[in-house]
């Protein structure tokens, strides 16, 4: 199993990389100069708490010995003074980065969300059929979040760890050179230590995001198709590929802990031996009168400072790791261009009759294929045209292509003349609607529902098409009437029922160009009656592309067309193609009488 662009090769992997350093770049683009002000906030926090030690050792040094002498605590009280505003210039400045950095992190995340759910919107079908609902959560929930604790722990930790290695380096040697000299041999040690754990980690982190998608992914998908899991039984088969995926994640995790597990002793290890040498030395040198008792307490407290931010460096690796293979899966989602896309300079669709041609138009799911070899099809304005023959004959095909949820491999659609290819989504959305058999519900109410066709309509105009296409009277009878929730796709309403709010939600829509793709393949007889009395009213002045298995849907039509491997057999008026007793319609017309009887 796989995550779509996680098992590039690193040459590869490159450009996704330099894609997500972009992205970042651009979400913080706008906030250029509060990012500045911030990083001054952050110098001047850690100066103030850098300087604290310092005033330890000039208050023992400098401040207790006149107490001592002869009872004069000003020295003292001067020294405690001033570390009272560092205290508290430190506290602002801290309380300054965090509530301007959380509102710079939210901001640049509400962007990300925004630019991610736009762009999943744009993609065209094509993609969205390969890349599974559960990896579109995984990329718009998971991978967000790792990039939002980076943006609200990691560079924080990574900036006060590095101001305070180089700082505290400083001030060690400063304060005694001798003895900062010889703290500075543990050094290369633990850069060597950080070097290792930053390229196991990056290797380790990269697995697990891929491996926590993998866990949503399954776990989205079978609930999503629970019924079908139920009732064939799947829930054992569906049971041992999580658990598999799970324990991959785990496995994975468990990786990470152990590098953890080496990388935070062998620290410590090496910052309590120096802290030991410098106890040992450092006291031999006060009992000496080598060094004071100020500068050794001073010493040993910078030293604890130096090898604290190791812990606040793990930290970001294991932060920027995770939030780096994020990032990337973004990007690689945010690079994909949409294989249906607009052109440059639409043409402008005005007084659309609905005149649709095929012009030599061939295509294929798959290369080498083809489900229509080369279609010629012409379809006048205001015709209802119905299109019937067996499974993989090219029916569904025709009207994608017609909805341009794909564009033909060679060949050209137009609509009154104009090439789909020239006219903008919005536009052609506007004008060819199509009804599919699957009649997806959204969360809401019946009367939301059937406004999705135009959500500008009124009450009165919703009510309308409900009634033209015969589902006003079971909507009555629903609880709450039109403001009844559908709940979860739908599922308070039975399948005829979605169909008719799909019916009056295409009808409210009202489009030149109408698709009903198997549209009436759920509903019931008595359903289907009403259904029946409603297409015509439904059709009328409009273009109509039906696709059914039942022909009772097909007589409403003004043409047939029986298709067969992508090419048209027959072509004519349903009256004519019955009377030809050795047509292929009349034999489909005659099994179908059979199968009433």
């Not at 683009?29 to 952050?42: E, M, Q, S």
């Not at 930790?157 to 050179?177: F, N, P, Q, R």
């Not at 070899?373 to 090219?394: H, K, S």
């Not at 007589?555 to 009377?579: F, K, N, T």
């Amino acid at each position: 199993m796989s995550d779509g662009k996680d098992d590039l090769p690193i040459d590869e992997q490159r450009p996704l990389r330099r894609e997500s350093r972009a992205l970042l770049g651009s979400l913080l683009a706008p906030y250029k100069r509060l990012v500045a002000v911030l990083l001054v906030a952050v110098v001047v926090e850690n100066i103030a708490r850098l300087s604290v030690p310092r005033l330890v050792q000039v208050g023992i040094d400098h401040g207790v010995p006149p107490i001592t002498r002869d009872g004069n605590a000003h020295d003292l009280l001067v020294v405690v003074g001033v570390l009272c505003a560092v205290v508290a210039v430190q506290a602002i400045s801290r309380w300054f980065f965090l509530r301007q950095s959380g509102r710079i992190g939210q901001l640049a995340l509400l962007e990300l969300r925004r630019r991610v759910f736009r762009h999943f919107q744009r993609l065209d079908v094509s993609f969205h059929d390969k890349y599974t609902s559960g990896r579109v959560v995984s990329r718009s929930t998971n991978d967000v979040e790792a990039i939002q604790e980076m943006l609200e722990n990691g560079f924080d930790s990574l900036i006060t760890a590095v101001l305070t290695l180089l700082g505290t380096a400083i001030l060690l040697v400063t304060l005694d050179v001798e003895l900062g000299l010889i703290c500075l041999i543990s050094f290369p040690v633990l850069v060597a230590l950080s070097i290792w754990f930053r390229n196991e980690s990056s290797k380790t982190y990269r697995e697990v995001r891929e491996s926590a998608a993998l866990v949503i992914v399954q776990f989205v998908e079978t609930m999503t198709g629970i019924k079908a899991v139920q009732a064939y039984r799947r829930e054992p088969r569906n049971q041992e590929i999580f658990e598999e995926v799970a324990e991959r994640y785990r496995a994975i995790n468990e990786r990470t802990f152990r590098l953890i597990a080496i990388f935070m002793p062998a620290v410590k290890l090496v910052g309590n031996i120096m802290t030991g040498i410098v106890l040992l030395y450092g006291g031999w040198r006060v009992l000496h009168g080598h060094m004071t008792v100020g500068v050794l307490a001073a010493f040993l407290l910078y030293l604890r400072m130096f090898f604290e931010p190791m812990q606040d460096i793990t930290q970001f690796f294991n932060t920027f790791q995770s939030a780096s293979s994020a990032l990337e899966k973004l990007a690689g989602v945010l690079a994909t261009t949409p294989g249906i896309a607009d052109p440059n300079e639409p043409k402008q669709l005005e007084n659309v009759q609905g005149a649709v041609r095929f012009d030599d138009v061939r295509f294929g799911y798959v290369e080498d294929r083809p489900v229509l070899p080369g279609l010629d099809l012409e379809i006048p304005a205001g015709q209802t045209v119905a299109l019937v023959g067996t499974t993989g004959a090219g029916k569904t095909t025709i009207a994608k292509l017609m909805a341009r949820f794909y564009d033909p491999t060679s060949g050209r659609i137009t609509l009154d003349g104009t090439d789909l290819r020239d006219v903008d989504q919005p536009q052609l959305r506007r004008h060819v609607v199509m009804v599919t058999q699957e009649n997806f519900m959204f969360e809401g109410s019946v009367a939301d529902n059937i406004r999705f066709g135009k959500p500008s309509a009124t009450d009165a105009e919703v009510r309308a098409a409900a009634e033209a296409v015969g589902a006003h009277h079971f909507i009555e009878g629903l609880p709450d009437g039109y403001d009844t929730s559908v709940e979860k796709r739908g599922g308070r309403l039975s399948a005829g029922q979605r169909q008719l709010v799909a019916f009056a939600r295409a009808f409210l829509a009202d489009p030149a160009v109408l698709i009903l793709d198997e549209a009436t393949s759920s509903l019931d007889i008595p359903s289907e009656r009403l259904v029946q009395r409603a297409l015509e009213t439904v059709l009328a002045d409009r273009t109509a592309l039906i696709i059914a298995h039942r022909l009772s849907t097909v007589e409403v039509a003004d043409r047939v067309l029986v298709l067969e491997h992508g090419q048209v057999l027959e072509d004519g008026a349903p009256a004519d193609l019955i009377s030809a007793d050795d047509g292929r319609y009349a034999a489909l017309h005659r099994a179908w009488v059979s199968s009433l009887a």
